[in-house]
């Protein structure tokens, strides 16, 4: 089955960038994607990249893909305290169905 | 659009007591799915369901029912509510076209 992997924190300073990085395994998904979790609230689409692509800017964000070594990473500029949340890489593999990772807790500091 | 709507949003239960959160969508999507959420362990697929009258299990179904008799609910039933159970529980909703999941704002449920 699928298997996603993603570190649990993340520590950055107001204005850095952020990377946040996963791996997967399931090579035959179409897209992967990156979901945000705001305190209390679901899960919501964040920015996505077509298999095919190897980065996609998306104004603040930047998606790495590398699917040689099934790396994907969510890079984040100027990170502010707003962006202070979980972020989930997901991939849905042969059966359409998305496998999440635990999630990356990214935490702004001032 | 309401878009996914849960409830409730909190709930305490006993031990062996029973439940049903409610999960309904206004955006005609058929795919359904619930999923729990447990700290640093990311979002474990319960039951999913591809349009009315079909539901498939997940990777943890054991303790739980669902039903699909309409397009919009996907209702999530405890029959004897365990502490292991104690988790926030998310329903989520596609269309056919792709794999954007649109999540509800989750229930958080404690078992004691």
């Known amino acids: 089955g699928e298997d996603v992997e993603q570190s649990l924190f993340l520590s950055v300073r107001e204005g850095d960038s952020s990377v946040i990085n996963c791996t997967y395994t399931d090579s035959s998904s179409t897209y992967l994607y990156w979901y945000k979790q705001e305190p209390g609230a679901g899960l919501q689409l964040l920015t996505y990249i077509f298999s095919n692509m190897d980065m996609k800017q998306d104004q603040r964000l930047t998606v790495l893909l590398n699917k040689k070594d099934k790396h994907l990473s969510l890079r984040i500029a100027d990170t502010q305290t707003g962006d202070s949340a979980i972020y989930f890489c997901a991939e849905p593999g042969s059966a359409r169905q998305l496998t999440f990772g635990s999630g990356t807790q990214l935490t702004v500091l001032p | 659009n309401a878009g996914v709507t849960q409830t409730p949003k909190f709930r305490i239960l006993k031990i062996g007591q029973s439940m049903t959160l409610q999960c309904t969508q206004d955006m005609n999507h058929n795919y359904m799915y619930w999923y729990r959420q447990d700290p640093g362990m990311g979002l474990k697929l319960i039951y999913y369901s591809v349009g009315a009258g079909i539901t498939d299990k997940g990777e943890v179904p054991n303790g739980y029912n669902v039903s699909r008799s309409t397009t919009e609910d996907f209702p999530l039933r405890l029959e004897l509510a365990a502490p292991s159970q104690t988790s926030v529980y998310f329903c989520?909703?596609?269309?056919?076209?792709?794999?954007?999941?649109?999540f509800g704002s989750g229930t958080q449920l404690s078992v004691l």
């Open positions: 989520a909703s596609r269309d056919g076209g792709n794999e954007k999941l649109f």
